[in-house]
Nanobody
Framework: VQLQASGGGLVQTGWSLRLSCVAS????????MRWYRQAPGKQRELVAD???????NYADSVKGRFTISRDNAKNTVYLQMNSLKPEDTAVYYC?????????????????WGQGTLVTVSS
């Protein structure tokens, strides 16, 4: 499984960016996809997730500004980020996981993209 994230960069406050994450090695349409971010000196936090059916959830800090979406035909998940703020500065990671087995024998495998840096200047 590989997750390849891209789209980060240096922008000014109020600008927009769109992150992309291309997945390979999985039946993409079956998987919940997530975007996390980690700011300098802070813990990694969940930004948004999207179910296989397209239902999305967002962290309170990004609601109304960020939109997660997916294109199953392209094995790609997106994060459209509008009205960016300096506090959005972080490395953004795409993520998915899979559970193999059942009950006590179940194992969860986590898959992380390599991260893409978003820097928002004030």
């Amino acid at each position: 499984v590989q997750l390849q994230a891209s789209g980060g960069g240096l922008v000014q406050t109020g600008w927009s960016l769109r992150l992309s994450c291309v997945a390979s090695g999985i039946t993409f349409s079956n998987y919940v996809m997530r975007w996390y971010r980690q700011a300098p000196g802070k813990q990694r936090e969940l930004v948004a997730d999207i179910s296989s059916g397209g239902s999305a959830n967002y962290a309170d800090s990004v609601k109304g500004r960020f939109t997660i979406s997916r294109d199953n035909a392209k094995n790609t998940v997106y994060l459209q980020m509008n009205s960016l703020k300096p506090e959005d500065t972080a490395v953004y990671y795409c993520f998915t996981d899979s559970v193999v087995g059942k009950g006590w024998n179940a194992r969860t495998y986590d898959y992380w993209g390599q991260g893409t840096l978003v820097t928002v200047s004030s």
